[in-house]
């Protein structure tokens, strides 16, 4: 064929017949790769049904449209029903009425079965016509209060597609919903705990509009709000179903709210807890009641100033209870607004620095985590919301975590995605906990904090980090999780050492717990990277009582500074004469934190020995050493403060005139604050069992995620025989074999 010249080419020019077809190919090869390229190309047509045959098209009515099917108690069992209709021009065939479960992944609780009316799960409909489905719950030897799932109908329908081309249809979903006489309040207990602190910011803005001036009722309000709360987590930890687990149905979760949110975009309401997030909801409860009796400390602009204590609470307990991402993360960003203004107005001279600070550092990590949700989302598959309508992208934690991201083979940049998005969340998590090197907002965010914003900060807050790992990265990406393991249980030793040496170094006494915290923090890392179930469980363990331990401690700082203006551990001495109560209880609170056995700090330190030790032994030895460093700086602060001769010149310190030049000992008001943090370091030091019994069974379900048996498993889960508990083995350890092949494939 003789060259073509393409360049001045006159309008008239007629390209010869074997030229023409040339180049017909060449365009049309290459609208073919643009076409896979971009994952548009067409689906092949010759096998598609003609468009003028009849087609028998299915459509699932039910009595609420845009909700589950609701199952009404029959006797002590439920049942509901939804309709199949044939809105199609042909007949339409139902070969399968199923629930969406299985005995390997068992979605729903046992009991639950779905038939045609008048029995059978195959049926033929004639054009227009419709059949009734039969579901019912037969709550006999069943564990689970709530009931979420789905019926799948399958049939021969066909859905209209593109230029008048009939396709395969889909199979098609309804949900199903029943609840078991726990009561609006029981029903929706994890709600009421969440929404109820907004109560007291609409106090606040009627307040403001009314123009009410005595702003000390609003401190009472935030009290009865957090009392009232707690009263509800007492509640709540009493009615937890501590053998509850996935094997019982709906994913291993209890007290589920499940609804869609926003339908554009597949975002549902979706919370529920387990035994991962059942000892934080607890945690919060106690902690936020406690910093809002330490909230009497602060005296101007009450009104702003509780509004938004009552936010941040509310974007604590969201944190906690969400199973959607996309929920997850409107949470997550709730508590950044109110932390930076109770920060930034009512903290100390280097507020608006230490605010900024904390606001930058946060946001970041909040960046990376959104990339990593809209990677979830993009990548989900095919599922079905909770109504039933089906969709390829969703937010739903537990649809994401059965999805085998791995083993799709996707790549960012050359490299394995899931290890990517695995960095992404663990930056984002990483900031909050904090670890090293993301960790210098933290000591100035607690020193410039009024003292109970550092209570909710140390006690809450960081706690999210270790939450967001457990929750997020082990669940959705476990092989990632095991590629990772090695360098998370590294930057907890690092933690542990490098917070406990800077903590020696601190003249601050606020400062020095701070970096404590940041210590006491890498206990979680290295039992997290461990990956074994005494690893997983001293994580929560250890996230459980430094929460009440530091809480402790703020508490104390607050009270010897609202009397000294001062934290200077250099400028005290001989207080033990003084305030000899308080004396007591800071030694009380030092040695919880350096971890005395009978104490409950002790019990977070030795189970992250006991699980890590098996893996990584040098790690541990190291991380045993930052223990001595802990005992040192705890006793030597507290030497140079309480011990020794008390200094004349605070005999004539302005701040203790009122008081005739002595320090007063602690008051009703901060002793009812420390009160019950002291009570139950006290008892889970010598009785941990209330604890660990509530946290057993999500610690393993995490664990079998992540981690295959093998020699570094020291314990298996008590009450299963070891035949059963072999055959539970061996899926996770052919799919965790497999996830390994995929990785070192996308290397």
């Known amino acids: 064929m003789s060259n073509l010249s393409f360049v001045n080419m006159p309008r008239g020019f007629a390209l010869a017949s074997s030229g023409r077809a040339t180049t017909m190919k060449l365009l049309i090869s290459l609208l073919a790769a643009l076409s896979v390229v971009l994952g548009a190309a067409l689906p092949a047509r010759a096998q598609a049904p003609r468009a003028a045959e009849p087609h028998g098209q299915i459509a699932l009515r039910a009595e609420a449209p845009g909700a589950p099917v609701e199952l009404a108690a029959s006797g002590p069992d439920f049942a509901g029903s939804f309709t199949i209709e044939n809105r199609g021009d042909g007949p339409l065939r139902v070969t399968r009425v199923i629930v969406r479960t299985s005995p390997e992944d068992p979605r729903v609780p046992p009991g639950v079965s779905a038939e045609l009316e008048g ?78 602190p907004l109560l007291g910011v609409v106090a606040v803005f009627l307040a403001h509009v009314l123009r009410l001036r005595d702003d000390r009722k609003l401190r009472l309000m935030t009290v009865v709000l957090m009392g009232v709360n707690l009263v509800l987590a007492g509640w709540l930890y009493a009615q937890f179903d501590r053998g509850f687990t996935a094997a019982d149905g709906n994913d291993g979760y209890q ?50 100033y509780f509004a938004m204590y009552n936010l941040l609470v509310t974007g604590m307990y969201g944190v906690f209870i969400a199973l959607d991402l996309f929920l997850f993360f409107v949470f997550w960003e709730v508590m950044l607004l109110p932390m930076y203004f109770l920060i930034g107005i009512w903290g100390g001279p280097r507020r608006e620095y230490a605010a900024i600070k904390f606001f930058l550092y946060t946001l970041a990590g909040s960046v990376f985590m959104l990339l990593a949700f809209i990677w979830f989302y993009l990548n989900a598959g095919h599922t079905y919301l909770v109504d039933g309508q089906a969709t390829e992208r969703i937010f739903s934690i537990p649809e994401l975590s059965r999805v085998a991201f791995t083993a799709q083979g996707l790549e960012i ?36 904090a009024p003292t109970a914003i550092s209570v909710i900060l140390a006690g809450v807050l960081l706690k999210m980090g270790t939450y967001g790992i457990l929750r997020i990265n082990f669940s959705l990406l476990p092989e990632a999780t095991q590629w990772a393991a090695p360098a ?109 056995p009978g104490l409950s700090g002790f019990w977070g330190e030795a189970m992250t020995f006991i699980g890590a030790f098996p893996r990584y032994r040098a790690l541990t030895i190291l991380a045993a050493v930052g223990v001595i460093v802990t005992a040192a700086y705890h006793l030597w602060a507290l030497q140079r403060m309480f011990l020794g001769t008390f200094r004349a010149s605070w005999r004539q310190s302005k701040y203790l005139e009122p008081f005739g030049g002595k320090f007063p000992e602690i008051n009703r008001r901060e002793l009812a ?22 946290i057993d069974r999500g610690a393993l379900e995490v664990h079998r995620l992540v981690d295959r048996p093998g020699q570094f498993q020291i314990a298996g889960a008590p009450g299963v025989d070891s035949a059963a508990s072999a055959r539970a083995a061996r899926a996770p350890e052919q799919g965790a074999a497999a996830g390994r092949r995929a990785l070192a494939s996308a290397r």
């Open 119 to 196: 029995g059978g799960t195959a049926a033929t409909l004639a054009p227009g016509a419709s059949r009734k489905v039969v579901v019912r719950w037969k709550t006999a030897g069943a564990r689970a209060r709530e009931l979420y799932g789905h019926v799948v109908v399958e049939s021969d329908a066909v859905a209209a597609g593109a230029a008048g081309v009939v396709e395969p249809a889909r199979t098609v979903a309804m949900g199903i919903h029943a609840e078991r006489g726990l009561g609006f309040v029981g029903d929706h207990i994890l709600s009421l705990m969440t929404f109820l």
């Open 255 to 304: 007290f589920i709210e499940h609804g869609v949110w926003i339908r554009s975009l597949n975002v549902e309401y979706f919370v529920g807890v387990d035994g991962v997030s059942i000892s934080m909801v607890l945690l919060t409860a106690l902690i936020s009641f406690v910093g809002a009796l330490a909230s009497y400390s602060v005296q101007d602009q009450l009104k702003g």
């Open 413 to 448: 940049l050359g490299i394995a995605a899931v290890k990517v998005v695995w960095v992404w969340l663990f930056v984002g998590f990483a900031i909050k906990i904090p670890m090293f090197p993301f960790h210098t907002w933290l000591p100035d965010a607690h020193v410039e």
């Open 488 to 596: 998370m249980a590294a930057f907890g030793v690092v933690n542990i050492l490098y917070g406990a040496f800077c903590a020696m170094a601190q003249s601050d006494l606020k400062k020095l717990v701070a970096y404590s915290s940041v210590s006491h923090m890498g206990f979680t890392l290295l039992a997290l990277g461990a990956m074994t179930p005494q690893g997983i469980q001293a994580c929560l363990v250890q996230m459980f009582n430094h929460g009440l331990i530091t809480g402790m401690l703020f508490t104390l700082v607050g009270v010897i500074y609202d009397r000294a203006h001062t934290r200077d551990i250099d400028k005290f001495g001989g207080l033990a004469a003084e305030m000899p109560l308080y004396t007591a209880l800071v030694g009380f609170a030092f040695m919880a934190s350096l971890g005395l």
């Open 673 to 694: 604050s420390i009160a019950p943090l002291a009570a139950l370091v006290l008892v889970l030091g010598f009785w941990p069992r209330p604890l660990l019994s509530l």
